[in-house]
């Protein structure tokens, strides 16, 4: 039987247990089973055909929220709850795997809420995946990016206009050419919050290619376009996006451009974002089309990052909702080791239509596993 280090300690554990309360052995009557802490807690077959894993996510959040706006005037406001508490089931038995992620608690909701739960068939190979049930919607960069692997705490105001986010529906999606392509299209429900959703539809496709992936470097392209029916033909939209991406050393960047027609009407916007990985935590990682979580190195690893966007956006977090405007962040990220990060960010908003002004300050402590 294979094991690693934490498993051996955990049977040494077990088999101490039973000795002296006279118990039975643990067996298996089929093959080994391997044991693994990293990533969650995950029991597989030795052949791989077969496997369970749990896994989960704390954001536990302070922030405070200064407004200034004509229609309420001056408002602060001051929070400290979980931004996210998530569990997460996943399973795989040959060519099929499963995943069920539940929110405990999320800010703003009462929790209970299903975040992905969906079946995926992977026996057409790498270039052929489908995949259905509620699932992320293959349209942008930093929304299909884990908020886990995020740089700056909270997304772009642009992917919370734009982005569909998550939806249940029917995904084919793929990769190929030593894995610096990827596509995804699929067919999803418009708005999943009734019991009549698929009536309308949305479509949404993404395709990403990177003409350079090494382990210290990284360059990007990305293309995706969406489409979401409504019942009021005048609120039915049609969105483009592009995505430029790279890494080089410690050094990372991102910009991401949508354009939307909504009815008559047309919206845009833009953001681009910088960061720097500090004290040898090498480059941001990178994998299918987004960037992955910054690698801990040991005395943990430190992150500078910074963003600016302008545009149609959803300035929700700094409390301007959807409106013209431009906004600053800021970052500063200490990653601990691979399951705990602490961050900080900035972000000053302020409209380009009238004098609406917003900030927002937060701090975050971050436990994955």
């Not at 089309?289 to 966007?309: D, H, L």
């Not at 927002?360 to 436990?367: G, K, V």
Request: overall charge negative; charged content about 20%.
């Amino acid at each position: 039987m294979k094991t690693n280090s934490c498993s051996v300690l955990a049977l040494l554990m077990l088999g101490a247990i039973s000795t002296n309360a006279q118990a039975g052995q643990v067996r298996t009557d089929g093959q080994d089973i391997i044991l693994s802490t990293k990533g969650g807690l995950k029991l597989e077959t030795e052949d791989k055909s077969a496997g369970f894993q749990i896994g989960g996510r704390l954001h536990y959040d302070y922030t405070q929220d200064e407004t200034d706006t004509a229609a309420n005037g001056n408002e602060t406001l001051e929070d400290f709850d979980a931004r996210r508490a998530r569990i997460a089931l996943r399973a795989h038995v040959n060519d099929f795997e499963m995943k069920a992620e539940f929110n405990i608690a999320e800010s703003g909701t009462s929790g209970g809420s299903v975040e992905d739960l969906y079946l995926r068939y992977k026996g057409f190979g790498d270039m052929a995946n489908l995949t259905i049930g509620k699932q992320r919607v293959p349209f942008g960069m930093d929304v299909l990016t884990s908020s886990n692997d995020i740089s700056l705490l909270e997304r772009s105001a642009m992917i919370e206009r734009y982005a569909l986010e998550r939806s249940s529906g029917v995904k084919l999606s793929g990769r190929g050419m030593d894995k610096r392509f990827t596509y995804g299209v699929g067919l999803f429900e418009a708005d999943g919050n009734g019991t009549n959703d698929f009536q309308e539809q949305a479509l949404a496709g993404r395709v990403t290619f990177a003409p350079i992936m090494t382990k210290s470097s990284v360059l990007h392209f990305g293309a995706g376009y969406q489409t979401v029916g409504a019942t009021d033909p005048l609120d039915e939209t049609d969105t483009m996006n592009v995505e430029v991406a790279g890494a080089f050393g410690p050094f990372h960047a991102q910009a991401e451009y949508f354009d939307s027609d909504v009815g008559p009407q047309n919206f845009n916007g833009y953001y681009a974002q910088l960061g720097y990985i500090l004290n040898g935590g090498g480059t941001r990682p990178y994998s299918d089309g987004v960037f992955k979580r910054v690698k801990a190195v040991p005395g943990g690893t430190w992150e500078v990052t910074a963003r600016f966007e302008e545009g149609d956006g959803r300035f929700n977090d700094v409390g301007l909702g959807f409106i013209d405007a431009q906004q600053t962040s800021l970052g500063l990220n200490y990653y601990m080791n691979d399951s705990v990060k602490v961050g900080v960010s900035y972000m000053d908003a302020e409209s380009n239509t009238n004098s609406d002004s917003g900030n927002e300050l937060r701090m975050r402590l971050q436990f994955t596993y």
